[in-house]
């Protein structure tokens, strides 16, 4: 444990941005995942009707640095192009 009420604080913020960054990285790929799953089962209009949320949770993991710009955009070209917006 730390000593220090500087390094103290530190493992603080550590573990509650952790907390944050694993919800939001797990609601990333639950909604990748769900419309990949609609799309294999032929129900693209409902995977359409997703793809807005999930350029939303994709660019706001991008904003706030849990994975890059680039990676964001070829996430979401991906899945424009899985359900042919």
Same mark, same amino acid.
């Given at each position: 444990?730390?000593?220090?009420?500087?390094?103290? $604080?530190?493992?603080?913020?550590?573990?509650? =941005? $952790?907390?944050?960054?694993?919800?939001?990285?797990?609601?990333?790929?639950?909604?990748?995942?769900?419309?990949?799953? /609609?799309?294999?089962?032929?129900?693209?209009?409902?995977?359409?009707?997703?793809?807005?949320?999930?350029? $939303?949770?994709?660019?706001?993991?991008?904003?706030?640095?849990?994975?890059?710009?680039? =990676?964001?955009?070829?996430?979401?070209?991906? /899945?424009?192009?899985l359900?042919?917006?």
């Open positions: 444990m730390p000593i220090k009420k500087a390094a103290q $604080k530190a493992l603080r913020q550590s573990l509650k =941005n $952790k907390k944050r960054n694993l919800s939001q990285k797990k609601r990333l790929k639950e909604v990748i995942k769900k419309i990949k799953d /609609l799309v294999t089962k032929n129900r693209t209009s409902e995977a359409k009707s997703l793809f807005p949320e999930a350029s $939303k949770v994709i660019d706001k993991a991008a904003k706030v640095g849990l994975i890059k710009k680039n =990676n964001a955009s070829r996430k979401k070209s991906r /899945l424009a192009k359900i042919k917006v």
